[in-house]
């Protein structure tokens, strides 16, 4: 168990539609990092937060947005979506930026 | 543009055999490099980290790494696998010019008992 958690842990929906990705970090983490993983694309590296904001941005679309709030949980919004969605979306956070990252379990999301 | 290539998408090895994973990262700045495996079903975690010193990094299970910088390589390696290290392993760098973290494409490792 890393001490980040993700809900939900699967998600299934259709086309066109919005969700929203929750994760906690470790107790004293202050950054939250996005990852989505599929068997084409590998493993994605999406946004960071830092204490709040915005630290760094990857591979993320704009139909996907997400924000760290003051108790330093992250949401991850992906909205519009389509089949090529389908993926599993992990969130990790860490101490500072450079420190190695502690994973959550991920949350599966199917779109039909 | 940052990169972290593994050149190995599939390994196939034998108990006891040894092993040695490829990877090499395209990066102009002091680099930070890792190494994480995810097993089965589970989520990623730590196997080894550099960040400056020696080199040659030891992790956990055995594991152990190289950093070549005249090479911008990474190499893992461990002398003697087992069937309980069928996983993925993915290589990631970070550096001081920016904040983005960057993950090689993943290496699937299938141990044959």
């Known amino acids: 168990d890393s001490g980040v958690t993700q809900t939900p842990k699967h998600l299934i929906t259709a086309t066109g539609q919005r969700v929203t990705l929750r994760c906690s970090p470790r107790?004293?983490?202050?950054?939250v990092y996005w990852y989505q993983q599929s068997l084409d694309q590998g493993l994605q590296f999406l946004i960071q937060?830092?204490?709040?904001?915005?630290?760094a941005k990857g591979n993320i679309l704009e139909r996907f947005s997400a924000q760290q709030f003051p108790d330093l949980h992250s949401e991850l919004n992906l909205s519009s979506l389509e089949l090529g969605d389908s993926a599993l979306y992990f969130c990790?956070?860490?101490?500072?930026?450079?420190?190695?990252?502690?994973f959550g379990p991920g949350t599966r999301l199917t779109v039909l | 543009a940052q990169s972290v290539s593994q050149h190995n998408h599939h390994v196939i090895l034998s108990e006891a055999a040894s092993l040695e994973l490829g990877c090499n990262y395209s990066?102009?700045?002091?680099?930070?490099l890792f190494w994480y495996v995810q097993y089965p079903g589970q989520h990623l975690q730590l196997l080894l980290k550099?960040?400056?010193?020696?080199?040659l990094v030891k992790g956990i299970k055995g594991f152990e790494a190289e950093f070549i910088k005249s090479k911008f390589s990474f190499n893992l390696r461990k002398p003697s696998v087992q069937w309980s290290d069928t996983a993925e392993y993915f290589c990631?760098?970070?550096?001081?010019?920016?904040?983005?973290?960057?993950f090689g494409k993943g290496t699937r490792l299938h141990i044959l008992p």
């Open positions: 550099y960040f400056s010193g020696d080199p």
């Open positions: 990066y102009g700045g002091t680099v930070n």
């Open positions: 937060y830092y204490n709040g904001e915005e630290r």
């Open positions: 107790s004293g983490d202050l950054s």
């Open positions: 990790a956070s860490s101490e500072g930026t450079f420190n190695e990252q502690f």
């Open positions: 990631a760098v970070t550096g001081d010019r920016d904040d983005k973290i960057i």
